[in-house]
């Protein structure tokens, strides 16, 4: 077992105590019940990950790794509660500097799990090549997009959609719907019970083989390697 029980515990609580007192007097449950978990897990993900596509990256790292920090960026923030209640683990591709690069996304909260699979707020370059290749080669596109059409997967959401067609593309278009996305990111929600079981690095994998065809669509459309 990689994540237990008390690692949704631990998450209620720093949710109830959200502050640099609290944390300080539980850093050991962190490193312990949290982030030593954590690595562990990206650790067995690397393996079957590089099987999928050797141009996605599981870092251990502690820092600028996989797992995305604890602590929030308040600067522009009117919450300044100085740490997230969510463990954030990303496996992006090796020419991406940031998450919003294409890859794969884990995220575990006590109210919120699910595993998202592409592009989250790609750069404007990145975006117009993702409409191109959809207008371009629809076939394709309709084909990976079935997918969605399961109950397990879902696109959509996170405030992804323009109101107007963006420049270059009509109202009347057949995939305008899709053209107009800001995000490409499909998702499978989880349940905390399959988090804490112990086969959560296979349950994983499977979700991460079950959407190459569309991760492999998006880095070919931006001209990179899967």
């Not at 496996?91 to 592409?118: L, M, N, Q, T, W």
Request: glycine letters at 6%; hydrophobic letters at 35%; one cysteine or more.
């Amino acid at each position: 077992m990689v994540f237990s029980e008390q690692l949704i515990d631990f998450l209620v609580e720093l949710s109830s105590h959200n502050d640099r007192e609290w944390f300080k007097a539980h850093k050991d449950d962190y490193e312990n019940i949290l982030r030593e978990p954590a690595l562990e897990y990206i650790r067995e993900v690397a393996g079957p990950l590089a099987d999928i596509s050797p141009h996605m990256r599981a870092s251990d790292r502690k820092q600028g790794g996989s797992l995305m920090r604890i602590y929030r960026d308040v600067r522009f923030s009117r919450d300044k509660s100085p740490y997230k209640t969510n463990v954030g683990i990303q496996f992006r591709h090796e020419s991406g500097k940031d998450v919003h690069a294409p890859g794969y996304y884990v995220h575990i909260a006590v109210d919120d799990c699910f595993i998202g699979v592409g592009s989250y707020m790609p750069d404007r370059d990145a975006l117009l090549a993702y409409r191109r290749a959809i207008d371009e080669h629809p076939r394709d596109w309709l084909e990976i997009k079935k997918l969605t059409e399961s109950d397990d997967w879902m696109l959509g959401g996170h405030g992804d959609s323009l109101k107007r067609p963006p420049r270059g593309y009509t109202a009347d278009h057949p995939l305008i719907e899709d053209i107009k996305r800001k995000h490409f990111i499909i998702t499978h929600y989880v349940d905390i019970e399959d988090v804490t079981s112990p086969d959560f690095v296979d349950y994983s994998i499977e979700r991460f083989k079950e959407t190459k065809e569309w991760m492999a669509f998006l880095t070919k459309a931006v001209g990179l390697p899967f």
